[in-house]
Structures are given as structure tokens and as C-alpha cells.
């Protein structure tokens, strides 16, 4: 799997006054804006070619980002205009980019030791979703994990989207361009029997208020070296 697709065009609403000025992907942990983490290891699990969805500050993207030649990367913008077009419009506005193959995809507003190269190059279906323990805030989960594939009820363990995946351009293909989430489609999938998943219980982070980017950020400054 060579290319792959950050989320990144959110408004970051939750994180204002600090998203007014910097858009949420390019704060900073650890001495790091939060995309560079995923671009490293993506570059990292040989990915070479990289789509980011912008809208919100948008320029500041290939100001900070630039190329991806640092990282060893090919780095498109795919721009969705001044109002973001959730999760399935975003995908769908960026396959052009992408080409006909299987892409990883995830949200640039998340930390994860997750690597990359776990991922299987051709799921067995539509997609294959990284689900991990439910954290708190979110106790009552997404989906349910049933033998290597997701369903929205039943016997199995119910858990949480983390917002890493591996994507068929048929999933979101034949939409209408605009403005819509990917959940309905992972609905239609799973119903099909599509939707492949596996749990993941590392270290994982979903990154939604300045008090949460403050405590990760002083975990990452203050982990050990060496």
C-alpha cells in the first residue's frame, strides 16, 4: 500500500481559541505539529504518496508541510472549500487523487504507537477499521467485532472507531459529491458482510480539547529517551 488520505479539514470548533489561528492538525505535541506524527510513520510503513484534505486555514498546510520531501513523501492537497465536507464527502472529493487502489486513511486529530504497516494492503472487503477499547467519554462504543468483521449489535465486543482504516475506492464511489459522513457507508458494508476490523489496545489518543492536546503534549515532552 503506497498511498494514503489524512483527514484534515475540520474546524477544530472544541479547540478554539487555539484553532482560530493555527488549524488543529499542524498544534503541536512533543515538539511536533500532530500531522507530522502520522506523515513520520506513514513514511515509516512505505507509504510514498499522501492526500490532505483541507478547508479550514487551508493554506497553512503546504506553508508548514510543504512537499513531503522531508519525509521522504509526496505530498497533494485536496481542498474542499471554505465549509468541510465530513469524512465520506472528503474521501470521495480526494479520489481523484488517490487512484484505484486501496488507501490507508485516518484523522490527523489523533495519536497513536498504531503502525501503519500492520494494515493489510487488500482488505477483504470494503474497508478495514482499527477499533480500539472505549475510551470514558465515549463508553457506549461504535461498532461490534465479530470474528474479524464489524456489526452494529450482536455478540462480540463492542468498541470505538480510532479513526484508522484501510479503504476501497467502492465505498465511497457512485456518492453524489457533497457534503456527508462515512458512517452510513459503514453501515451499508457491514450489512453486506464488508466491513472487516481488529482491535487495537496500545496507546491511543483522540485529541478534541486543549485540555486533552496539554496533557499529551507534557506525556510526550516528559517520555524517557534512549
Do not use: C
Not at 176 to 188: N, S, V
Not at 193 to 220: C, F, K, M, S, V
Amino acid at each position: 500500500m503506497r498511498h494514503a488520505l489524512i483527514f484534515a479539514a475540520g474546524l477544530g470548533e472544541r479547540m478554539r481559541p487555539l484553532t482560530d489561528v493555527t488549524a488543529k492538525p499542524l498544534l503541536a505535541i512533543g515538539g511536533k505539529p500532530l500531522i507530522v506524527w502520522h506523515l513520520e510513520k506513514l513514511a515509516a510503513a512505505g507509504v510514498n504518496y499522501v492526500v490532505i484534505n483541507t478547508s479550514h486555514l487551508a493554506e497553512q498546510f503546504p506553508d508548514t508541510l510543504g512537499d513531503g520531501s522531508r519525509w521522504g513523501l509526496r505530498i497533494r492537497y485536496a481542498y474542499e472549500g471554505p465549509a468541510p465536507l465530513e469524512t465520506g464527502g472528503g474521501m470521495l472529493n480526494a479520489l481523484p487523487l488517490l487512484g484505484p487502489e486501496p488507501f490507508i486513511a485516518l484523522s490527523a486529530d489523533i495519536y497513536s504507537d498504531y503502525d501503519y504497516a500492520r494494515l493489510p494492503a487488500q482488505p477483504d472487503g470494503l474497508a478495514h477499521l482499527v477499533m480500539v477499547p472505549n475510551p470514558p467519554w465515549y463508553a457506549e462504543g461504535d461498532f461490534v467485532l465479530q470474528r474479524g468483521l464489524l456489526a452494529e449489535d450482536g455478540p462480540g465486543e463492542r468498541l470505538t472507531f480510532g479513526n484508522i482504516g484501510v479503504y476501497r475506492p467502492e465505498l465511497v464511489r457512485g456518492e453524489a459529491l457533497g457534503r456527508f459522513k462515512l458512517r452510513p457507508m459503514y453501515q451499508r458494508a457491514m450489512r453486506q458482510g464488508l466491513l472487516g476490523g481488529e482491535r487495537y489496545g496500545g496507546d491511543w489518543h483522540n485529541i478534541g480539547t486543549p485540555a486533552q492536546l496539554a496533557e499529551l503534549d507534557a506525556a510526550l515532552q516528559n517520555r524517557p529517551t534512549g
